[in-house]
């Protein structure tokens, strides 16, 4: 019997700009109220980009503000607070 494999399904960092798998990444949400949360079930209706969960790549789209230019926003300390703290405990 010949195996079925399952294509691995990728989007674009926006932090090095490379394509990498999904699941290894975090997704970022803007929704239709303007909030922008972290997307733990990769499902939440919105605006979403994905981040790769190191503290390099936190350091440099909080540098250049892409965050906020993709998302049409402006966030607060508060945000990057939480997403550090969650790749800290959660992927690291």
Request: no cysteine; net charge positive.
């Amino acid at each position: 019997m010949s195996e079925i494999l399952k294509k691995v399904v990728t989007r674009k960092d926006v932090a090095t700009n490379k394509m990498l798998p999904k699941q290894e990444m975090i997704r970022i949400v803007r929704n239709k109220n303007g909030e922008v949360f972290i997307d733990s079930t990769r499902k939440a209706n919105g605006r979403g980009i994905y981040i790769s969960p190191s503290i390099a790549a936190l350091e440099k789209v909080k540098k250049t503000n892409i965050i906020d230019r993709v998302l049409k926003t402006k966030l607060d300390e508060n945000f990057w607070i939480l997403l550090e703290k969650e790749i800290k405990e959660n992927w690291d």
